[in-house]
Nanobody, 115 residues
């Protein structure tokens, strides 16, 4: 079975930086697409960034050139480095592992960006 445990959320001022980490258990990490999603109250969970097993990345337009997703297959870890943060980045951030049609989620990490 797969479990995802996130760390690194917190409070930061606009223009600052914050890093998130996600540790995966199980034996399917290396073949899985990993991603970070975010959600605010009353809204749907939306994709922020994804990274495939060989390191190809995709980003939603609003975070391009500010956020970087990366992975370490040996450690079964995925990371999100967030720079030049804006108040509109405030959300709960979720780590995601996709294996075919199955999805696994981390517990969520609150990121709050103050004005």
């Amino acid at each position: 079975q797969v479990q995802l445990v996130e760390s690194g959320g917190g409070l930061v001022q606009a223009g600052g930086s914050l890093s998130l980490s996600c540790a995966a258990s199980g034996n399917i990490f290396s073949r899985s697409v990993m991603g970070w999603y975010r959600q605010t109250p009353g809204n749907a969970r939306t994709v922020v960034a994804t990274i495939n097993p060989v390191g190809t990345t995709n980003y939603v337009d609003s975070v391009k050139d500010r956020f970087t997703i990366s992975r370490d297959n040996a450690k079964k870890m995925v990371y999100l480095e967030m720079n030049s943060l804006k108040p509109e980045d405030t959300a709960v951030y979720y780590c995601n592992l996709r294996d075919g049609t199955e999805n696994y989620w981390g517990q969520g990490a609150q990121v709050t960006v103050s004005s």
